[in-house]
């Protein structure tokens, strides 16, 4: 809500052997529980005997999905969805927003992503030198194109999305519909969530579980890294020719990403960022009166963070909800600005006390400065900042909009210096090792390459800006 790092999208998909009215509701519940992971553009595709029916547009999903909308896209077999979040001047083209719909020689296939390639570029390149002709910049129309092309030399979707999954690399979770079948895919890493549900007889895929628990389905299981898992008239199917690699699910999804009530390889959200506050009781206590959170990911820590110290926990903020997100606004200026309107404090839990304050994450510091000078305001003689994540030092290049270095204060100022800054009596940082270990349970690795510089697979390399990018004297 009040931060510049923000997941690039959700995807939903679900399958029913037979022809159902209400499928695209369906879909846009679903996506209202994923709206977290993006709020700049979303879309839902209908299946109704193979004809798919589309309907996308910017804005939020009640916004864009109103019932006139619903009822255009009518009932159908399968249907998939897409929230979609950018930081970037596309987010007010629609041409951007998901699911994509390809028209090929075998049929269609509509798609549905989240994540970042690393070698989006060259592929690019490959398919525009041999002819193709593409409408956005989005690598998911690169994945789409990638897949397209294998189709028509296999004789079945599944084939062509595991033949193209071998030109890939970096991260991707999707969901891929075609007129008989609904695919859900990972990449071999699993950078990002995906997972399976059912509903009586319907088999569902989505980026977290909650999404699941919107509907009424029952979780089933996580996607490994690398498959593929096939829904269609001939049942259910799992490929997994490219798993066998190890999970290094971003880490960043317990931190902040995911909702608290989502499980994600097999362990609560919700528990992951209460054990984050914990450690960081114990690693960097204090003497204060009272344990506050900001809002929303920030509250779990605190939670965490009070129990472990003993420090009494205090609702210290209220949060308007019927604001937009901080970085949409034109400039920085007007982003501070809005964290008052966004942010209200209850002077009568920090008045006279002090405060140890949670949060999840500081990338420029400026919006933890207006944050910080807001408790003051209502009344604290100290505010002591707790960031239940390592400092942001590297750019994340797996889907997460995290800046090159120059935007990340960590990566010049040292913490002393970033508490100064900030105007925070203390400040310190959950450790690496510390961020590791809130989900040690998984048996995942997970991806820190945006808190070491270490990265599970060689991040993308700067090549040549494509000539529709450069404006022409």
């Known amino acids: 809500m009040f931060h510049s790092v923000n997941e690039e999208c959700g995807v939903f998909g679900i399958y029913y052997p037979s022809y159902q009215s209400d499928v695209a509701k369906n879909v846009y519940y679903a996506l209202y529980a994923l709206q977290h992971r993006g709020q700049e553009s979303c879309g839902i595709a209908v299946n109704d005997d193979g004809i798919i029916k589309l309907e996308?547009?910017?804005?939020?999903?009640?916004?864009?999905?109103?019932?006139?909308?619903?009822?255009?896209?009518?009932?159908?077999?399968?249907?998939?969805?897409?929230?979609?979040?950018?930081?970037?001047?596309?987010?007010?083209?629609?041409?951007?927003?998901?699911?994509?719909?390809?028209?090929?020689?075998?049929?269609?296939?509509?798609?549905?992503?989240?994540?970042?390639?690393?070698?989006?570029n060259e592929l690019r390149e490959a398919l525009e030198l041999s002819g193709a002709i593409f409408q956005t910049t989005?690598?998911?129309?690169?994945?789409?194109?990638?897949?397209?092309?294998?189709?028509?030399?296999?004789?079945?979707?599944?084939?062509?999305?595991?033949?193209?999954?071998?030109?890939?690399?970096?991260?991707?979770?999707?969901?891929?519909?075609?007129?008989?079948?609904?695919?859900?895919?990972?990449?071999?890493?699993?950078f990002r969530p995906l997972c399976m549900g059912k509903l009586g007889d319907a088999v569902i895929f989505a980026s977290e579980s909650c999404a699941l628990a919107s509907i009424g389905a029952e979780f089933v299981r996580d996607i490994e890294p690398g498959e593929i898992v096939v829904m269609g008239p001939e049942g259910l199917k799992s490929i997994k020719t490219h798993c066998g690699g190890k999970n290094h699910i971003c880490v960043f999804e317990y931190v902040?990403?995911?909702?608290?009530?989502?499980?994600?390889?097999?362990?609560?959200?919700?528990?992951?960022?209460?054990?984050?506050?914990?450690?960081?009781?114990?690693?960097?206590?204090?003497?204060?009166?009272?344990?506050?959170?900001?809002?929303?990911?920030?509250?779990?820590?605190?939670?965490?963070?009070?129990?472990?110290?003993?420090?009494?926990?205090?609702?210290?903020?209220?949060?308007?909800?019927?604001?937009?997100?901080?970085?949409?606004?034109?400039?920085?200026?007007?982003?501070?600005?809005?964290?008052?309107?966004?942010?209200?404090?209850?002077?009568?839990?920090?008045?006279?006390?002090?405060?140890?304050?949670?949060?999840?994450?500081?990338?420029?510091?400026?919006?933890?400065?207006?944050?910080?000078?807001?408790?003051?305001?209502?009344?604290a003689t100290q505010v002591h900042m707790r960031v239940s994540s390592p400092p942001f030092i590297h750019p994340c290049h797996f889907g997460a909009d995290v800046g090159n270095e120059k935007k990340l204060i960590a990566n010049s100022m040292t913490v002393p210096e970033i508490a100064k800054?900030?105007?925070a009596d203390s400040l310190a940082y959950l450790s690496v090792e510390g961020v590791k270990s809130i989900a040690a349970d998984t048996g995942c690795e997970f991806c820190v390459g945006c808190f070491t510089?270490?990265?599970?697979?060689?991040?993308?390399?700067?090549?040549?800006?494509?000539?529709?990018?450069t404006k022409q004297s």
């Open 256 to 379: 902040y990403f995911a909702r608290p009530d989502s499980i994600i390889e097999g362990r609560s959200v919700h528990m992951a960022r209460r054990q984050a506050g914990a450690i960081l009781a114990a690693d960097y206590p204090v003497e204060a009166d009272v344990v506050i959170g900001v809002p929303d990911s920030g509250l779990d820590a605190a939670m965490g963070y009070a129990e472990a110290s003993g420090i009494p926990y205090g609702v210290g903020f209220i949060k308007n909800r019927y604001i937009g997100r901080t970085f949409i606004q034109s400039g920085q200026g007007e982003r501070e600005d809005s964290v008052r309107i966004k942010l209200s404090v209850l002077k009568s839990t920090v008045a006279g006390k002090r405060v140890v304050m949670i949060d999840d994450s500081i990338v420029r510091g400026t919006t933890s400065r207006r944050i910080v000078s807001l408790v003051r305001e209502a009344g």
């Open 421 to 423: 800054m900030i105007d």
């Open 56 to 120: 996308k547009n910017i804005g939020l999903v009640h916004d864009v999905f109103s019932a006139p909308v619903l009822n255009r896209l009518g009932g159908g077999s399968m249907a998939i969805g897409h929230v979609r979040c950018s930081a970037t001047d596309e987010i007010s083209q629609v041409s951007y927003a998901q699911p994509m719909l390809v028209h090929h020689v075998k049929g269609s296939m509509a798609i549905a992503n989240n994540g970042k390639l690393t070698n989006a």
């Open 453 to 469: 510089g270490e990265y599970p697979i060689p991040p993308p390399q700067k090549t040549a800006q494509n000539s529709y990018k």
């Open 138 to 190: 989005s690598d998911t129309e690169v994945i789409s194109y990638a897949v397209t092309r294998a189709r028509l030399l296999e004789d079945s979707i599944e084939k062509a999305v595991e033949k193209a999954m071998a030109t890939l690399s970096g991260a991707y979770s999707m969901v891929i519909m075609s007129p008989r079948k609904l695919i859900a895919v990972r990449d071999p890493n699993g």
